[in-house]
């Protein structure tokens, strides 16, 4: 049904006012620094949900005959948010100054020695948070989820995320690498991309500022049934909470079909992006015309528009 004629689509006008949100800049006051705002997306639930987890991945363990328990297991004693902040600046801090082995770090070593370690947190209280670190309960995860592990973490960012900035009308939609090489059956090899190796992220940003308002994590599977292609099924999944409030989003030509343009348009979502021309329902004499420079030809099917050029 696509014809060569004037296209006047409904653009959906933007509804909503970007700003962060008012109950969040009367809790920073009037001059906030870095660690409050820190302190905001990471706030104390989040580090309780944490400390919870690992107190009772702990138990039980150690209440586990099979388990075979080191010393330092014996003095174990339940972290706490506070205790876990200290742990994971410790692990930043270790990123900075690498050494051959983590023990190396407490080393009282001159060419290598650094106080602050000691200092901070013996190493055997490290050694035992590092083994029964977890951020979900084993014993209700989802079989077949693989990222079971790290649900709730993944659960408590996006939902963060959106409640604490209303982003601007312009949203960009795609994928970026996170630097991995240990063993996952999901690490992606994209030869474009600075990591190369590493997992996949699907992000949801605003365009002016690159705010980062809804993540999804690829695990080798994004089809949620057959009806419906992984590509769309992405952008359906991570739109969800901005549909229907007039935003525009762009799109790669891996995401972008007429049916999925469709869908949002229906949802008062307005999309742009580039297109792969064997798209299903795409106008294939677009690709074979041939055009000099400067020249446009277009085909429209309302509320869409199609154009080379």
């Known amino acids: 049904n696509w014809k060569e004629v004037d296209n006047l689509p409904k653009v959906w006008n933007y509804t909503e006012v ?5 109950d969040i800049l009367r809790r920073l006051g009037n001059n906030p620094n870095v660690l409050d705002m820190f302190n905001e997306v990471l706030d104390e639930n989040f580090w309780k949900m944490i400390a919870v987890e690992t107190n ?6 150690l209440n586990n005959k099979k388990y075979k328990k080191k010393k ?3 003095k174990w004693v339940d972290t706490d948010g506070n205790e876990l902040k200290i742990y994971f600046a410790l692990c930043i801090l270790m990123t900075q100054m690498k050494k051959p082995k983590v023990r190396h770090n407490w080393s009282k070593r001159r060419i290598m ?3 602050i370690f000691e200092e901070t947190m013996p190493y055997d209280r490290f050694e035992s948070i590092s083994r029964f670190l977890h951020f979900s309960n084993n014993e209700t995860a989802e079989r077949g989820d693989r990222l079971s592990k790290i649900k709730n973490v993944v659960t408590y960012l996006n939902d963060k995320f959106q409640k604490m900035y209303k982003a ?7 994928e970026s690498l996170m630097k991995f090489r240990g063993r996952l059956s999901y690490v992606q090899f994209i030869p474009k991309k600075r990591a190369r190796f590493g997992i996949k992220f699907y992000k949801l940003c605003e365009s002016k500022s690159g705010y980062c308002l809804a993540i999804q994590i690829y695990t080798g599977q994004d089809k949620k049934n057959e009806e419906t292609p992984a ?7 991570l739109t969800e909470k901005i549909l229907g409030k007039g935003y525009t989003l762009y799109l790669d030509s891996w995401y972008s079909s007429p049916k999925l343009y469709l869908k949002l348009w229906k949802k008062k979502t307005n999309v742009v992006g580039t297109v792969r021309p064997d798209r299903k329902n795409f106008p294939k004499e677009l690709k074979k015309i041939n ?5 446009v030809v277009t ?3 309302r509320p869409l528009l199609a154009l080379r050029w």
């Open 18 to 22: 970007s700003r962060i949100r008012p």
């Open 56 to 61: 009772r991945y702990a138990h039980q363990n």
């Open 72 to 74: 330092s297991d014996h």
């Open 113 to 115: 020695y650094m106080p």
């Open 168 to 174: 601007d009308e312009n949203l960009s939609l795609d």
């Open 231 to 237: 590509s769309e099924s992405v952008v359906l999944g």
């Open 291 to 295: 055009l000099k420079k400067s020249e």
């Open 299 to 301: 085909r429209a099917r």
